[in-house]
Nanobody
Framework: QVQLVESGGGWVQPGGSLRLSCVASVSMFSFNAMAWYRQAPGEQRELVGRIFRFGSPIYDDSVKGRFTIVRDNAKNTWYLQMNNLKPGDTGVYFC??????????WGKGTLVTVSS
């Protein structure tokens, strides 16, 4: 059974940085794409960014230039490097992966709070 586990959330002041990690229980070569989503209080879950087996990553306009997704195949891990954080980035961040059969896998989420 595929499991995804996030870590790295916490509290940070505006302008600060955090790096989230998502560790998969299987090789990342099992997936077509890996992504990060977030859900702010009272809002729907939204895509932050996605990386693919081939091609360039994509990011939501709200995080372009500030957030970067990086993968480490040897560790079955992908990261979300978040710089210049803003209060609007507050929310629960979920990692996600999709396999060739079309199945989606989700982590349980990690909370990021940006406030002064």
């Amino acid at each position: 059974q595929v499991q995804l586990v996030e870590s790295g959330g916490g509290w940070v002041q505006p302008g600060g940085s955090l790096r989230l990690s998502c560790v998969a229980s299987v090789s990342m070569f099992s997936f077509n794409a890996m992504a990060w989503y977030r859900q702010a209080p009272g809002e729907q879950r939204e895509l932050v960014g996605r990386i693919f087996r081939f091609g360039s990553p994509i990011y939501d306009d709200s995080v372009k230039g500030r957030f970067t997704i990086v993968r480490d195949n040897a560790k079955n891990t992908w990261y979300l490097q978040m710089n210049n954080l803003k209060p609007g980035d507050t929310g629960v961040y979920f990692c996600n992966a999709g396999d060739p059969s079309g199945r989606d896998y989700w982590g349980k989420g990690t909370l990021v709070t940006v406030s002064s």
